[in-house]
T-cell receptor
Framework: AQSVTQLDSQVPVFEEAPVELRCNYSSSVSVYLFWYVQYPNQGLQLLLKYLSGSTLVKGINGFEAEFNKSQTSFHLRKPSVHISDTAEYFCAVTRYSSASKIIFGSGTRLSIRP | DTGVSQDPRHKITKRGQNVTFRCDPISEHNRLYWYRQTLGQGPEFLTYFQNEAQLEKSRLLSDRFSAERPKGSFSTLEIQRTEQGDSAMYLC??????????????FGPGTRLTVL
């Protein structure tokens, strides 16, 4: 079975500061990896995904994530955050063979201070 | 492309009542998914359809839950004899099919259920 651990439930940062949201996964088979964002009162939106190839993945709104197979991690980063980045961020995985079923982490709430 | 829509957005019901939610996927997306999200947690997979066929069901989907997609377009999720533990946000998503199963799932805004 697959599982996802998001190590921080809340991350407060100042505006224009860099941020890293941590994600570790567990799986005995190969997986695809995702980061989704949920803005207040809105649905989930895909930020970025890793399928294969380059381990550094760039997404929307200036976010990027790096896949590290040896550490089973997929941390999300942004060099300079904006107030509009305030949201809940979910790391997620699917198996190669059953990519219909997404396994989500418990989420990290990113709050930006002016 | 109007996105995935869900109806109603909010539902308050009394314990023991039946409720039904509707999801309209993005046009021409043949895969449709249901997830449940409780407070402070990530979404949990419930079930998914490819066209009208229900291909996978989670163990979370007890006998009181039933989902249908009769014509391969919209889907309904019914909960019978609701319990307070059913209170959650019910999310629907859709995706087109690809050989590698890697297509993005597009999520609707959800239906928030409160069972009193």
């Amino acid at each position: 079975a697959q599982s996802v651990t998001q190590l921080d439930s809340q991350v407060p940062v100042f505006e224009e500061a860099p941020v890293e949201l941590r994600c570790n996964y567990s799986s005995s088979v190969s997986v695809y990896l995702f980061w989704y964002v949920q803005y207040p009162n809105q649905g989930l939106q895909l930020l970025l995904k890793y399928l294969s190839g380059s381990t550094l993945v760039k997404g929307i709104n200036g976010f990027e994530a790096e896949f590290n197979k040896s550490q089973t991690s997929f941390h999300l980063r942004k060099p300079s955050v904006h107030i509009s980045d305030t949201a809940e961020y979910f790391c997620a995985v699917t198996r190669y063979s059953s990519a219909s079923k997404i396994i989500f982490g418990s989420g990290t709430r990113l709050s930006i201070r002016p | 492309d109007t996105g995935v829509s869900q109806d109603p957005r909010h539902k308050i019901t009394k314990r023991g009542q039946n409720v039904t939610f509707r999801c309209d996927p993005i046009s021409e997306h043949n895969r449709l998914y249901w997830y449940r999200q409780t407070l402070g947690q990530g979404p949990e997979f419930l079930t998914y359809f490819q066209n009208e066929a229900q291909l996978e069901k989670s163990r979370l989907l007890s006998d009181r839950f039933s989902a249908e997609r009769p014509k391969g377009s919209f889907s309904t999720l019914e909960i019978q004899r609701t319990e307070q533990g059913d209170s959650a946000m019910y999310l629907c998503a859709s995706s087109p099919r690809s050989e590698r199963n890697t297509d993005t799932q597009y999520f609707g805004p959800g239906t928030r259920l409160t069972v009193l």
